[in-house]
């Protein structure tokens, strides 16, 4: 498989989001991980101590994020919106950074517009953040 990817929450709202979509993106084959606007501390979701595996990045804001992205990479918002395409039918980027916002107010409206994609998932509800996470990771491998 050609490319990377790695995958992270804005904000994130409960720590053991983090800790569980850590898990995901060790077992499919992550780069990495990231948070913004939030920390992390070790989290017993994460039961196989993926933090010896695959790095986490925190961020102050998303200039921050934007200053530190990888050469080439694409910003995908994950988003219930009406400006994102269906998950079902979107071709991943080789080089890719997903972001998903926190349950209860998501991506806001600054981020999203300087995302170069937006997708959705199927459903008329917010998901838990480490499973819209997962299943985005797992339609790219």
């Given at each position: 498989?050609?490319g990377?990817?790695?995958?992270?929450?804005?904000?994130p709202?409960?720590?053991?989001?983090v800790?569980?979509?850590?898990r995901?993106?060790?077992?499919l084959?992550?780069?990495?991980?990231f948070?913004?606007k939030g920390?992390?501390?070790?989290?017993?979701?994460?039961?196989m101590?993926?933090?010896?595996?695959?790095?986490?990045y925190?961020?102050?804001?998303f200039?921050d994020?934007?200053?530190?992205?990888?050469y080439q990479c694409?910003?995908?918002?994950i988003?219930q919106?009406?400006k994102?395409g269906?998950?079902?039918?979107?071709?991943?980027?080789?080089?890719?950074?997903?972001?998903l916002?926190?349950?209860?107010?998501?991506?806001?409206p600054?981020i999203?517009e300087?995302?170069h994609?937006?997708i959705?998932?199927k459903?008329?509800y917010?998901?838990?953040?480490?499973?819209?996470g997962?299943?985005?990771?797992y339609?790219r491998v």
């Open positions: 498989m050609r990377f990817f790695g995958i992270g929450i804005y904000h709202k409960r720590k053991v989001n800790g569980t979509l850590w995901t993106a060790n077992i084959g992550a780069a990495f991980l948070t913004i920390r992390y501390k070790k989290q017993s979701s994460d039961t101590k993926s933090y010896r595996h695959i790095p986490l925190h961020f102050d804001d200039d994020f934007r200053k530190h992205l990888p694409r910003v995908v918002g988003e919106s009406p994102a269906n998950l079902k039918d979107f071709y991943h980027p080789e080089q890719a950074c997903y972001i916002g926190a349950e209860d107010y998501g991506l806001p600054g999203l300087q995302c994609h937006i959705k998932l459903g008329f917010s998901m838990n953040v480490a499973v819209a997962s299943i985005v990771i339609h």
